[in-house]
């Protein structure tokens, strides 16, 4: 029996899934979350299950950028996307960012059952794309994400929101000769030319228009 966390912020697609879960020869143990703070708190204070079933649409979620929250906190922990949307960006951003699964909430039953199968038992499962060429830059980058410190990964955030130096170094404790040293590295990591650009790319992974 597995312990997985069912992280959805929609009551009716957890009860699907619990039911799909705890029915059958092999039932799960079941705990949900509705939402990015909660799913983070939950696993700060429990055991690790054996698998994260994320929704990317939750309060809080932050699109991909969630998942590759949970990721770089939690790096061993097995994790099945799903998602209301299959748009090629989202499923190959998933896998690149760490998931070992992805299914759309559009699929059958049956596909997410075996989705979720094939992942506890440490297969990969990913719907096939044909356009995931056109990200290859988007994706790139996604990857170089996941080489920032802590400390970079956090200023790279807070300018997303539009956060200033002055307002960044304060809030952290540091000077902002600091912040403008972080920020200069984030932008060589990630292949770009400037605060814009930065801005431009955490949006498109948080799923939404610029």
């Not at 994260?52 to 590759?68: E, F, R, T, W, Y």
């Not at 759309?104 to 440490?122: I, M, N, W, Y």
């Amino acid at each position: 029996m597995a312990r997985i966390l069912v992280a959805d912020d929609h009551p009716l697609f957890r009860d699907a899934l619990r039911q799909m879960l705890t029915s059958g020869d092999q039932p799960h143990d079941i705990a949900e979350t509705d939402s990015l703070p909660a799913t983070l708190a939950w696993l700060k204070q429990e055991d690790e299950p054996d698998l994260l079933v994320l929704d990317l649409a939750m309060p809080g979620s932050a699109g991909l950028l969630g998942l590759q929250q949970i990721r770089r906190a939690w790096p061993a922990l097995p994790v099945v996307v799903v998602s209301g949307s299959d748009q090629a960006l989202i499923v190959a951003g998933s896998q690149e960012l760490g998931a070992l699964g992805f299914c759309s909430k559009s699929a059958a039953p049956d596909a997410l059952r075996h989705t979720l199968e094939q992942v506890l038992l440490g297969e990969l499962c990913f719907p096939a794309i044909s356009d995931a060429g056109e990200h290859t830059p988007l994706l790139r980058a996604m990857a170089q994400l996941q080489t920032l410190t802590p400390a970079q990964y956090d200023v790279a955030m807070r300018v997303s929101t539009g956060e200033l130096n002055k307002t960044i170094a304060w809030d952290l404790g540091i000077s902002e000769a600091t912040v403008k040293a972080h920020l200069t590295t984030i932008f060589r990591k990630l292949g770009l030319h400037g605060r814009a650009q930065l801005v431009s790319l955490l949006s498109q992974l948080r799923l939404r228009p610029e």
